[in-house]
């Protein structure tokens, strides 16, 4: 199953951190840079997404000012770069699968990654994460436009599985953010009333944006947002993430605060009456 749907984000800073780094995976524009990195069990973790540090031999080290410290009564990876369920993390997922043996139990770890310079502005990165028991694929995609300083991000499904497998949800894109606050801009619309924009702080909980209306999907919301980091931004300052879905169909943007300093966007298809064989 290849069916694409992307979340395009523009950032400009913003920090998540890691612990246990084993290896270490680049996604950079000009000014901006993602970090992937896997853990001693081999997940894939969002470590970094913000501005290029001078010596890229310091990605690694982030992990020692990362304030998340698992202990024996918390048993989440809250930082994994595309977060399925069954799985210890408790978060909102990226991916729901009920396997041909009516388990809905996907545990992704690390395969492979490989590069692709497209042309002289376009990198392509993919990283391919396996649920051994069910041989079953995910491969994450990120291409990043260097002068644009924009990633665009979207999965990849497949399976070896004896059996029918249903897709319950399959977004394109989990993002980490950190930050002491965070602030959400997104568009509204009615009838005379078209593209209204609203600005509201992300408390604790889940703040959804969707569409069920099919073709007609930007009738009453918008899949483009900006998040602000700390603090509203104003025409020339602040720190600001633009993110938009390129999907034509029902979307759900998912924006979940956790841990007091870090948030969760989860974006892709609408998974409302929307399993997928």
């Known amino acids: 199953m290849k069916r694409k749907?992307?979340?395009?984000?523009?950032?400009?800073?913003?920090?998540?951190?890691?612990?246990?780094?084993?290896?270490?995976?680049?996604?950079?524009?000009?000014?901006?840079?993602?970090?992937?990195?896997?853990?001693?069990?081999?997940?894939?973790l969002s470590t970094y997404l913000g501005k290029k540090l001078d010596n890229v031999n310091e990605y690694p080290?982030?992990?020692?000012?990362?304030?998340?410290?698992?202990?024996?009564?918390?048993?989440?990876?809250?930082?994994?770069?595309?977060i399925a369920s069954g799985s210890l993390n408790l978060l909102e997922p990226a991916l729901t699968v009920t396997h041909a043996d009516g388990n809905k139990s996907t545990v992704l770890t690390f395969s492979d990654v490989k590069t692709e310079q497209l042309d002289q502005n376009r990198k392509l990165t993919s990283i391919m994460l396996k649920d051994l028991k069910y041989n079953f694929q995910v491969t994450l995609k990120y291409l990043a436009y260097f002068n644009e300083?924009?990633?665009?991000?979207?999965?990849?499904?497949?399976?070896?599985?004896?059996g029918s497998v249903v897709l319950?949800?399959?977004?394109?894109?989990?993002?980490?953010?950190?930050?002491?606050?965070?602030?959400?801009?997104?568009?509204?619309?009615?009838?005379?009333?078209?593209?209204?924009?609203?600005?509201?702080?992300?408390?604790?909980g889940?703040?959804?944006?969707?569409?069920?209306?099919?073709?007609?999907?930007?009738?009453?919301?918008?899949?483009?947002?900006?998040?602000?980091?700390?603090?509203p931004a104003t025409e020339d300052t602040g720190d600001v993430i633009a993110g938009s879905l390129a999907w034509t169909g029902n979307f759900k943007l998912d924006f979940e605060t956790f841990d007091e300093y870090y948030l969760r966007v989860t974006a892709g298809i609408n998974n409302f009456s929307s399993n997928y064989n």
């Open 5 to 44: 749907n992307t979340l395009f984000f523009l950032l400009s800073m913003a920090i998540g951190l890691n612990s246990f780094a084993q290896k270490t995976i680049e996604i950079a524009t000009k000014s901006n840079v993602l970090i992937l990195e896997t853990d001693r069990d081999n997940t894939l």
């Open 61 to 82: 080290s982030i992990q020692a000012l990362d304030k998340y410290k698992p202990g024996s009564d918390d048993l989440l990876n809250k930082r994994e770069a595309h």
């Open 149 to 162: 300083n924009v990633i665009e991000q979207w999965a990849e499904i497949e399976h070896k599985e004896k």
């Open 206 to 231: 889940i703040k959804t944006i969707d569409s069920k209306l099919g073709t007609r999907t930007n009738l009453l919301h918008s899949s483009s947002f900006m998040v602000s980091i700390d603090q």
């Open 168 to 204: 319950n949800k399959y977004a394109s894109a989990n993002l980490t953010l950190s930050g002491k606050k965070f602030f959400l801009k997104n568009q509204y619309s009615g009838a005379t009333r078209e593209m209204r924009s609203e600005e509201q702080q992300l408390l604790h």
